[in-house]
Each structure stands twice: as C-alpha cells, then as structure tokens.
C-alpha cells in the first residue's frame, strides 16, 4: 500500500493511480419549457468545461438545459423564446 487517503476510509496501491484518468460525475437534466425534467443523465467528463460542451449539442431540441455537479449548478442552457404571428 502507498498510503491512506483517510485513516477509515480505504488506502490505495501504486497499481490503482492513474494520474489524469480521474473523470468526475455530472447529470445533465434535458427541460421543458415549464422546467419539468424530459430526462437526464449521468455521465463522467474529465471537467466541467467538457460537461457543459456535450449539453450544448442538445441546446436545440430542449428549452432548457441544466449541467449539475453534485449539488452545484454549473450552467443552465435556455433556448430564446420564438415569437408566434397570429
């Protein structure tokens, strides 16, 4: 073992790094105009940057987008309101 990250916690081998391979976990919540939740997913990215790119590619087809790190709120995508002629 090279060492303990906490005393109770677990202690990991020289085996298990890999330094830059760690990739957080974000969810993704795809919106409708209300903000009620079409769906979502939960997905792993190397950083918040790449989490709020893969949401932009949905951008189109949802009227609100929400790219969520844990508790924390990264960045709410909102699709410009079209206006209708009668």
Request: aromatic share 8%.
């Amino acid at each position: 073992m090279i060492g303990c990250l906490d005393a109770p916690t677990r202690c990991v081998g020289l085996s298990s790094l890999k330094l830059g391979a760690h990739k957080m976990k974000y969810s993704i919540s795809y919106k409708d105009a209300a903000g009620i939740t079409l769906r979502s997913e939960y997905l792993a990215f190397a950083n918040d940057e790449d989490a709020s790119t893969f949401a932009t590619k949905e951008k189109s087809r949802n009227a609100l987008i929400e790219v969520w790190k844990g508790e924390q709120l990264l960045v709410r995508y909102e699709q410009a309101a079209r206006s209708v002629r009668a």
